[in-house]
């Protein structure tokens, strides 16, 4: 953080701040196999001088080659500011905007953590923030959680002068694909909260564990647990790589006496029926949601999600989805098939709603049917493309439409009828043609 902050303090000071720069080279493979580098300088270890607010300064990096951070690899450093004057102010301003520059650069993105062992670790690089509009819930349940986690926070006091444990849980469920774990990302995007995700089927996972990273999880955090109803299947016991988690332990763990607080936890489940009472009582889990399929108003709200300003095609398509039970994941994926046309998008809904039924019945998943109707598609193309008749788009008629019904009545390509004139070639009498055998003058 501090060096990138140096390198824009040294090109702001002119060509003096900074004489001596060190290069990383960065080096990405993006997901169609390029590969984008960039260089980065910053100032390298050592002494450099600079000026800030029109007074002079000194910085001197030092490298302690002894120690590293686990974390990066890279080598603890020690950062060494000096300047003329009696007051310290110059040095507090100099921090506050090197706190500020690193903190714009990280508060469009949420950074998601898994638990290693004892401590909540970054895993991969930060996301960029999920819009919450991105996510199209039934009308008002995106709302209502939204307004319920921003009064939960503001209410820290509250609890705290009445002795309530001040955490909060949410359960939502519904069928697979409806945006249970997107709407997390979403909102955690929207509060500005990073995401803490904890499977409790991680391997070497225990009672004491669970505990300790719930209580432990960084500030400004969501605690998710997907499926959790997947948790407590049956496991083979000679399995060393299996988790160790109880179901007691769980449920001290989110509302024990030695439970945290000041966190706010989110469960996901694809069957409500498998859990059990106790894990979803009031005070473990406070707001119970059902994210289920697309009901009409979704179905209008995500067809101008693709296509804003159609709203009478919107409407149209979904009255023609209704009681079809088509997820939302299914949506997306069919208005991407479709992003070309809202008329065609439109048109194809009672197809659409024709394949949900028929995969009900029948067990062929729709992304299926959907492929073969792009196929379908591709091929009518390019089928058109080739029987076009001549090059400027008109079809033989005449002299040129016998022609070609008389090439289709020719032999094939392959095979010669032993007419000269048919290979294009003029014929000349016998006794002109003179054969001159090898070696012959």
């Keep these: 953080m501090g060096a990138q ?25 993006l997901a169609n196999g390029q590969v984008e580098t960039r260089f980065e300088f910053t100032p390298c270890p050592g002494r450099h001088v600079m000026w800030h607010d029109g007074r ?22 020690c950062v060494k500011l000096t300047a003329l ?5 110059l040095f507090r301003n100099l921090l506050l905007e090197a706190q500020a520059s690193a903190e714009a650069k990280q508060e469009l993105t949420t950074v998601v953590y898994t638990n290693w062992g004892t401590e909540w670790r970054p895993f991969g690089a930060p996301r960029r923030r999920r819009p919450l509009h991105s996510v199209v819930l039934d009308d008002g349940v995106a709302e209502h959680v939204c307004s319920d986690v921003r009064e939960f926070v503001d209410s820290s006091r509250w609890y705290i002068d009445r002795g ?8 939502l469920h519904g069928a697979p694909g409806c945006g249970k774990s997107s709407f997390v990302a979403a909102l955690a995007g929207e509060l500005g909260y990073d995401i803490c995700v904890l499977n409790l089927s991680d391997a070497g996972l225990t009672d004491d564990r669970l505990a300790h990273a719930l209580s432990t999880t960084p500030p400004m955090s969501l605690v998710l647990l997907e499926d959790v ?36 936890l989110f469960m996901t489940t694809n069957h409500l029926h498998r859990l059990d009472p106790a894990l979803i009582r009031p005070g473990r889990v406070d707001v119970i949601h059902e994210i289920a399929t697309a009901s009409g108003s979704q179905a209008r709200r995500m067809f101008l999600k693709f296509f804003p300003g159609e709203d009478a095609r919107a409407g ?26 809202a008329e065609e998008a439109c048109g194809a809904a009672s197809t659409l709603r024709a394949g949900a039924l028929g995969a009900a019945r029948e067990g062929v998943p729709v992304q299926q049917q959907m492929a073969q109707q792009a196929l379908r598609r591709q091929g009518a193309g390019a089928g058109a493309g080739a029987g076009g008749g001549s090059d400027d788009g008109t079809a033989a008629t005449g002299d040129e439409g016998a022609a070609a019904a008389s090439a ?19 014929t000349m009498p016998a006794s002109a043609v003179k054969v001159r055998l090898p070696g012959e003058r």
């Design 56 to 77: 002079l300064l000194m910085v001197d990096r030092v490298r302690e080659q002894a120690t590293v951070d686990l974390h990066t690899g890279q080598p603890w450093e």
């Design 229 to 264: 109803d997947a948790a407590f299947v049956q496991r083979d016991a000679a399995d060393r790589r299996a988790s160790h988690v109880t179901f007691s332990g769980l449920l001290n763990a989110l509302d024990g006496v030695a439970a945290g607080e000041e966190r706010i």
């Design 5 to 29: 902050w140096l390198t824009a303090q040294a090109r702001r000071g002119g060509a003096t701040a900074a004489q001596h720069m060190t290069v990383d080279t960065v080096s990405q493979r």
């Design 85 to 89: 004057g009696q007051s310290r102010e």
């Design 408 to 426: 289709a009545g020719s032999p094939s390509s392959g095979a010669w009828d032993g007419d000269a004139s048919s290979l294009g070639c003029v």
């Design 316 to 341: 149209r398509f979904a009255g023609a989805c209704k009681d079809a039970d088509l997820s939302m994941a299914l949506l997306q994926s069919y208005f991407m098939l479709h992003r070309e046309s």
């Design 164 to 171: 309530i444990p001040y955490r909060r849980g949410y359960l």
